[in-house]
T-cell receptor, first 113, second 118 residues
Framework: GESVGLHLPTLSVQEGDNSIINCAYS??????FIWYKQESGKGPQFIID?????DKRQGQRVTVLLNKTVKHLSLQIAATQPGDSAVYFC????????????FGTGTRLTIIP | NAGVTQTPKFRVLKTGQSMTLLCAQD?????MYWYRQDPGMGLRLIHY???????AKGEVPDGYNVSRLKKQNFLLGLESAAPSQTSVYFC?????????????????FGPGTRLTVL
């Protein structure tokens, strides 16, 4: 079946360093990918997205890389701050007229002061 | 704009009791969704709606019912709660497609409802 998984369930990074969170997906028909951030006790919050016709997209301090050959997605956070501590989810969608997202299990990022 | 709101924030039920979770959005979104989040399992789609008066099953629909009588509201019902339904429930909404092209795919999430079934 379709699945979206993460390589590492937890990640600890020193404040100020860069972090990379990885995600593998299995549905080759997926053409849209999103990264969400979820802080403790809150709902997921959109960070950045990317379409399958792109291999890189940059936002403010965040970059998403897409490698369709190996079905791999990554989120890079530059100069991490304490507020970046959260669980990060990748999600994928196949654009066949519906808006259903398939979510990964999440990676907990902890920023060490 | 309040975005997506959910009521209640917390609830404790006994096995067999029923309840309804309410989700409301003020962004005029066509699509609305109910997810459950369990430890180590990410978000799983329960039911969703692509417009007022329509609903569809998601990945884990058993034991739940939904209704979308008004565009801005999406209700999730548990007719006979079971301990396996102990979870955190999230509602989300998103734009729809126009002319076959998605206007936006970002789903906006509510703050969640923590439900415990004893």
């Amino acid at each position: 079946g379709e699945s979206v998984g993460l390589h590492l369930p937890t990640l600890s990074v020193q404040e100020g360093d860069n972090s990379i969170i990885n995600c593998a997906y299995s549905n080759s028909a997926s053409d849209y990918f999103i990264w969400y951030k979820q802080e403790s006790g809150k709902g997921p919050q959109f960070i950045i997205d990317i379409r399958s016709n792109m291999d890189k997209r940059q936002g403010q301090r965040v970059t998403v890389l897409l490698n369709k050959t190996v079905k791999h997605l990554s989120l890079q956070i530059a100069a991490t701050q304490p507020g970046d501590s959260a669980v990060y989810f990748c999600a994928e969608k196949s654009n066949f007229g519906n808006e259903k997202l398939t979510f990964g299990t999440g990676t907990r990022l902890t920023i060490i002061p | 704009n309040a975005g997506v709101t959910q009521t209640p924030k917390f609830r404790v039920l006994k096995t067999g009791q029923s309840m309804t979770l309410l989700c409301a959005q003020d962004m005029n979104h066509e699509y609305m969704y109910w997810y459950r989040q369990d430890p180590g399992m990410g978000l799983r789609l329960i039911h969703y709606s692509v417009g007022e008066g329509t609903t569809a099953k998601g990945e884990v629909p058993d034991g739940y019912n939904v209704s979308r009588l008004k565009k801005q509201n999406f209700l999730l019902g548990l007719e006979s709660a079971a301990p396996s339904q102990t979870s955190v429930y999230f509602c989300a909404s998103s734009y729809s497609e126009s002319g076959g092209v998605p206007q936006a795919n970002e789903q906006f999430f509510g703050p969640g409802t923590r439900l415990t079934v004893l």
